[in-house]
């Protein structure tokens, strides 16, 4: 399996935000939700959260948790 075709681990997650400054729980309340929120799309599909995530740090959904997106193209 390629290494673009595995989910990013939580601990990537966790320090890809932080080596852009932030942190989870800031990120969670800025988006106007309680403060463990987020980490909710680190253990499994939460759309609306993975998104938040994605923009943050500039990355496609499907590149963070590909797993979770069928790729378009694909049946």
């Known amino acids: 399996m390629r290494e673009q075709d595995q989910d990013w681990t939580p601990s990537r997650v966790v320090g890809e935000i932080k080596i852009r ?5 800031s990120l969670s309340r800025s988006s106007g939700l309680q403060a463990d929120t987020l980490r ?13 995530i994605s923009e ?3 990355v496609p959904v ?14």
């Open 21 to 25: 400054g932030g942190n989870l729980r």
């Open 40 to 52: 909710n799309a680190l253990y499994r599909h939460c759309p609306k959260y993975e998104r938040i």
């Open 56 to 58: 943050y740090l500039n």
């Open 62 to 75: 499907e590149q963070i948790w590909p797993s979770r997106y069928e790729k378009k193209g694909k049946n």
